[in-house]
């Protein structure tokens, strides 16, 4: 099935029952689909032999008629016409020119083999480093949950503990507000009433000495006489004595025995106390004589009427059965009576080391007192202390009132000295500024005293 213009390199169906005729050159006729075509044995120059070779499609004569009469009426045609041996040297140029360019193209291929390693090198590095890139943005946004998870935890948290924050100041609010009412009517049952001036001078010491005959009680300390009467401090309070009836009474507040020792003298002698209008700073520390003497010499000097003074000693005041085994928060009562009575004495054993400035209740009272609360506050001097005074020049008084330091001050029960602390810390700035208004403080009292005692020499 030869088509025209179609090539045999060696005829697979030649004449003569498949023998390749090399000898007889001549014009061979085949079949074709299309038409009849004739075949042309050529020899190739300067060889003896003769064979098959450029075997091409060649039109009959009457074909090549009927294609020029054709082609003569149909210029479409005429490209039909054009020899085959130009086709053919166009084709073998063409050939030639595209086997240079693979030849060139075969020389390229190793450096384009080269730029494809390196280009595929780098584009598994950065593939390498996109998937890492990826993987990590996987884990952050991973983490980034979590923690959102976890921050959302916590905002719920947070609002739970400032719903109960809210709730537990409303319940402190309130606590506080019925704690301050029923210090109100405590200190209005038990606090309101104090010993006169008058009994303190001359019927305190002479009851002491009917009580405890032959004891030198002026010679006692309170903390000494306390014990006489109650026992130690602490849980194991028990009434030793029914000195002036106070144990056997009943207290009308709790219906127990043991009230007052100011109830109990208001009972027998009711002239003898009345609501208080005189607070006394001081310690138990000192002697009954020394603590008279200071608060006569006191009202002497003040011109205070000894019958209508009535002071509160927490020693007469309160009511020792609640008040020894520490039932009773005494920063707080302090505070309620102090600001209810209006007017405070600080009674001072010494200028120089003095007791006074080495306990922290009195300290902390004279401060509450003088610089919180801006009341009267004055004040008095044993006997000794008041003889030291007079004679000592002002560089002593001051280098003795530079040395008080609150931060060495000391109280009885543990509890009353975490509770002023805590109120030092919270509410008075600390210990230092603290330290530095009572200095200044101090040094405008003793001056006051120092003053006032000249005048009265």
């Known amino acids: 099935n030869l088509k025209e213009g179609e090539t045999i390199i060696r005829p697979r169906y030649p004449p003569f029952g498949g023998i390749i005729f090399r000898d007889f050159p001549g014009v061979w006729q085949f079949e074709t689909d299309a038409e009849v075509c004739t075949v042309t044995m050529t020899a190739e120059a300067n060889k003896g032999d003769r064979h098959w070779a450029d075997l091409r499609v060649a039109l009959t004569e009457a074909e090549e008629q009927r294609r020029r009469q054709v082609s003569a009426r149909d210029p479409e045609l005429v490209l039909e016409r054009m020899p085959l041996q130009n086709a053919e040297k166009l084709a073998r140029e063409e050939v030639a020119s595209l086997s240079r360019k693979i030849q060139a193209a075969a020389q390229e291929m190793p450096g384009l083999y080269d730029q494809s390693n390196k280009a595929r090198k780098i584009f598994e590095e950065k593939d390498a480093l996109r998937r890492a890139a990826e993987e990590e943005a996987r884990r952050r946004q991973v983490e980034a949950l979590e923690a959102a998870e976890v921050?959302?935890?916590?905002?719920?948290?947070?609002?739970?503990?400032?719903?109960?924050?809210?709730?537990?100041?409303?319940?402190?609010?309130?606590?506080?507000?019925?704690?301050?009412?029923?210090?109100?009517?405590?200190?209005?049952?038990?606090?309101?009433?104090?010993?006169?001036?008058?009994?303190?001078?001359?019927?305190?010491?002479?009851?002491?000495?009917?009580?405890?005959?032959?004891?030198?009680?002026?010679?006692?300390?309170?903390?000494?006489?306390?014990?006489?009467?109650?026992?130690?401090?602490?849980?194991?309070?028990?009434?030793?004595?029914?000195?002036?009836?106070?144990?056997?009474?009943?207290?009308?507040?709790?219906?127990?025995?043991?009230?007052?020792?100011?109830?109990?003298?208001?009972?027998?002698?009711?002239?003898?106390?009345?609501?208080?209008?005189?607070?006394?700073?001081?310690?138990?520390?000192?002697?009954?004589?020394?603590?008279?003497?200071?608060?006569?010499?006191?009202?002497?000097?003040?011109?205070?009427?000894?019958?209508?003074?009535?002071?509160?000693?927490?020693?007469?005041?309160?009511?020792?059965?609640?008040?020894?085994?520490?039932?009773?928060?005494?920063?707080?009562?302090?505070a309620a009576n102090v600001q209810r009575i209006g007017r405070v004495v600080c009674v001072l054993d010494t200028f120089d080391k003095a007791l006074y400035f080495q306990r922290l209740w009195t300290l902390y009272e004279m401060f509450v007192a003088c610089i919180v609360l801006r009341l009267k506050v004055d004040l008095a001097i044993m006997e000794d202390g008041r003889a030291e005074l007079l004679v000592a020049t002002l560089v002593e008084v001051a280098r003795c009132i530079k040395a008080v330091n609150i931060a060495n001050a000391s109280a009885t029960y543990q509890s009353d000295a975490i509770a002023i602390w805590k109120e030092i810390k919270s509410v008075h700035g600390g210990a230092d500024l603290m330290g530095a208004q009572i200095t200044k403080l101090l040094n405008q009292l003793v001056f006051e005293l120092l003053t006032d005692l000249q005048a009265n020499c």
């Open 151 to 334: 921050l959302k935890a916590i905002e719920l948290g947070r609002k739970a503990a400032e719903s109960k924050h809210q709730e537990f100041q409303a319940a402190l609010v309130t606590a506080r507000n019925r704690l301050a009412d029923a210090t109100a009517q405590a200190t209005r049952v038990r606090g309101e009433l104090g010993v006169s001036l008058e009994f303190l001078a001359s019927d305190f010491v002479p009851a002491l000495e009917r009580e405890f005959p032959g004891v030198d009680v002026q010679a006692k300390t309170f903390l000494e006489l306390a014990e006489m009467l109650w026992g130690p401090p602490g849980p194991g309070f028990a009434h030793r004595t029914d000195f002036l009836g106070h144990a056997s009474a009943i207290d009308p507040n709790d219906e127990v025995a043991g009230v007052s020792l100011a109830s109990a003298i208001g009972m027998k002698h009711p002239r003898r106390v009345g609501s208080t209008n005189l607070f006394v700073s001081w310690t138990w520390q000192y002697t009954v004589r020394g603590l008279v003497q200071a608060l006569v010499d006191y009202g002497r000097r003040k011109e205070l009427c000894p019958e209508t003074t009535f002071l509160w000693v927490c020693f007469f005041t309160n009511n020792q059965r609640v008040w020894r085994p520490r039932a009773q928060n005494g920063v707080e009562v302090f």
